[in-house]
């Protein structure tokens, strides 16, 4: 997968410019730190794709975002900030894009940690990427 692209704000547009790549407008997040009060967009493509006989290819993106250091080492798993979602996608390409916004506001202000991993359904292959990032409201 490519880098990922956080951004204050991902539209569809026509129009060709700096900021715009596979149709879509995205306007970068240029500072360090995001604001939990703010969606956060996210932007990048994924390579080398399995194509099927018919033509498809089949991907799955897990999502998982949470502080990276909890202050009270005594909470359990389960009641740690955690954000987490899955994405199962088809594509005619083997080059592909793929975009998501997130409502950050459940998680405390801190240093938080994402972890983007795609799958493909086809070949098994795996690739992950890992960001850390300062949130603050």
């Known amino acids: 997968i490519s880098d990922i692209e956080f951004s204050y704000d991902i539209a569809q547009t ?12 995205i306007i970068p997040h240029t500072g360090g730190e995001m604001n939990k009060n703010e969606k956060i967009f996210l932007y990048f493509e994924i ?9 498809d290819g089949r991907y799955k993106i ?7 250091d909890t202050e009270d080492k005594r909470k359990s798993i389960d009641e740690k900030e955690v954000i987490t979602t ?4 088809m594509t005619k390409q083997r080059d592909t894009f793929h975009w998501i916004s997130f409502d950050m506001s459940a998680l405390s202000d801190g240093v938080c940690e994402m972890t983007i991993k795609v799958t493909d359904s086809i070949s098994g292959n795996s690739a992950t990427a ?3 990032f300062m949130l603050g409201g």
Do not use: M, Q
Request: glycine share 6%.
């Open 14 to 25: 026509e129009k060709e410019d700096i900021y715009t790549k596979n149709g879509l407008r």
């Open 47 to 55: 390579y080398n794709l399995s194509i099927d006989a018919n033509g």
């Open 62 to 68: 897990d999502y998982e975002i949470k502080k990276r």
């Open 86 to 89: 899955s994405v199962s996608e």
């Open 130 to 132: 890992i960001y850390s």
